[in-house]
């Protein structure tokens, strides 16, 4: 079952310009993080916050966390064309003994050159 | 070396055949992944190995079959399977700490189905 879900799940601007996604889920998490992946290719990790965390930032990337709200945004600044891709959230959740990682339907950016 | 490495990339099956998909790190990690992928889709769980023990299954049909013979490999076994499973298969590690850490995936095995 998805536990994320990310808004908009299309998104397309300009060179330059600023993008935000936003996920909500709907249990308590450990961890929550976000992924990009290019057309059809493995998923690379971008940033992690954890449950206890309001905002952070790498790089061109800020992440927030509401937990009162179960919701985090991500805002990529001065977007390039190579920013191109699918950008997922993601929630750590415990499974029996262990952590699995579940994936919100995503957003597809794409960055006009 | 920060790689999973998924062999095959491309892979194209019979239903009456069997096949394997093979995926390797050498990060020291614990625990590791399979999930499957449909178009335009995210990617779903299908099994967690942590310590070399399965851990979790996610309800996955039979015909798909995990096995992880050392702590660097992990195998998904594949047996008589439908048109509606061909997807991309996904194999991840992290580092088993409480909590989960960042997951590390591989380029993914394209899965065609006929």
């Known amino acids: 079952s998805q536990q994320g879900e990310e808004d908009p799940q299309a998104l397309s601007i300009q060179e330059g310009e600023n993008a935000t996604m936003n996920c909500s889920y709907k249990?308590?998490?450990?961890?929550l993080q976000w992924y990009r992946q290019n057309s059809g290719r493995g998923l690379v990790h971008l940033i992690l916050?954890?449950?206890?965390?309001r905002e952070k930032h790498s790089g061109r990337l800020r992440v927030t966390l509401d937990t009162s709200k179960k919701s985090s945004s991500l805002l990529i600044t001065a977007s390039r064309a190579a920013d191109t891709a699918s950008y997922f959230c993601?929630?750590?959740?415990?499974?029996?003994?262990?952590?699995?990682?579940?994936f919100g339907k995503g957003t597809l950016l794409t960055v006009n050159p | 070396d920060t790689e999973v490495t998924q062999t095959p990339k491309h892979l194209v099956m019979g239903m009456t055949n069997k096949k394997s998909l093979k995926c390797e790190q050498h990060?020291?990690?614990?625990?590791m992944y399979w999930y499957k992928q449909k178009a335009k889709k995210p990617p779903e769980l299908m099994f967690v190995?942590?310590?070399?023990?399965?851990?979790i299954n996610e309800s996955v049909p039979s015909r798909f079959s995990p096995e992880c013979p050392n702590s660097s490999l992990l195998n998904l076994h594949l047996h008589a399977l439908q048109p509606e499973d061909s997807a991309l298969y996904l194999c991840?590690?992290?580092?088993?700490?409480?909590?989960?850490?960042?997951?590390?995936f591989g380029q993914g095995t394209r899965l065609t189905v006929v």
């Open positions: 190995y942590s310590y070399e023990k399965l851990s």
């Open positions: 991840a590690s992290s580092p088993l700490v409480q909590g989960l850490t960042e997951a590390f």
């Open positions: 990060m020291g990690h614990r625990a």
């Open positions: 993601a929630t750590a959740l415990r499974g029996g003994s262990n952590y699995k990682l579940t």
């Open positions: 249990t308590s998490i450990n961890n």
């Open positions: 916050i954890r449950s206890n965390e």
